[in-house]
């Protein structure tokens, strides 16, 4: 049952609000403006999940580009602007915050996204009162696929990692998962996925929509306290 899981901890783009197409849409611009051409299909296989950092060294090492210094807060800026007036969550997403608060259920987030912008992605689609507690992987030494950001989030909440259910929509946000412990549940009712050919172990989960959330939660045991 839903109540038998110490944490729920969910990813933040493209699982509680529909960004990463803005995201995106962003990044592919600005990166034009310095002769380098890339486009969504390349920023899905590459950059869903990951942090910024991470983002620039592949765009560094593999596409043979270094970033100016400048360069990530004006993409910060121009993604805020973005969100400010197109953001909105992912539906159905303030039911099934609301459905696991009045179960009781722990809940956070951990994010690739940087503190700032978590925090104002949350207030812009409304979910930040539901969602007090935000990790971040600037809080931590090596962010997802390694699993320390699922792990630093388990332990300031007072959880057991095999009693954690990590709900993420990337593919190194499973492994992430995986590494630490959890069990894993893949959401992939955002837009960035529309169309997608999807990697991930078979095992793993798959929820379309936000309303199916207490199916599927009733159908998962936590692993037994200890």
Known sequence: MARDW???IFDCDG?????ELLSAEVL???LATEGV???F???RRNFLGRSFPTVARHIREELGHPLAPEFEALYRSRLLARFETELRPMPGIAPALALLAARGMPVCVATSSSPQRAARSLAIAGLAPAL???FTASQVERGKP???LFLFAAERMGAAPGRCLVIEDSLPGLEAAEAAG???VRFIGGGHLAGATLRHDPDVPLLRDWAELPVLLDSLPAQEAV
Do not use: F, G
């Not at 699982?15 to 960004?19: A, C, G, N, Q, R």
């Open 28 to 30: 592919i611009a600005l």
């Open 132 to 134: 007090p507690h935000v």
């Open 37 to 39: 051409e890339i486009d």
């Open 41 to 43: 299909d390349h920023v």
């Open 15 to 19: 699982v509680l609000i529909d960004s």
């Open 146 to 148: 390694a699993p320390d």
């Open 182 to 184: 959890m069990t894993a």
């Open 6 to 8: 110490d944490l729920i």
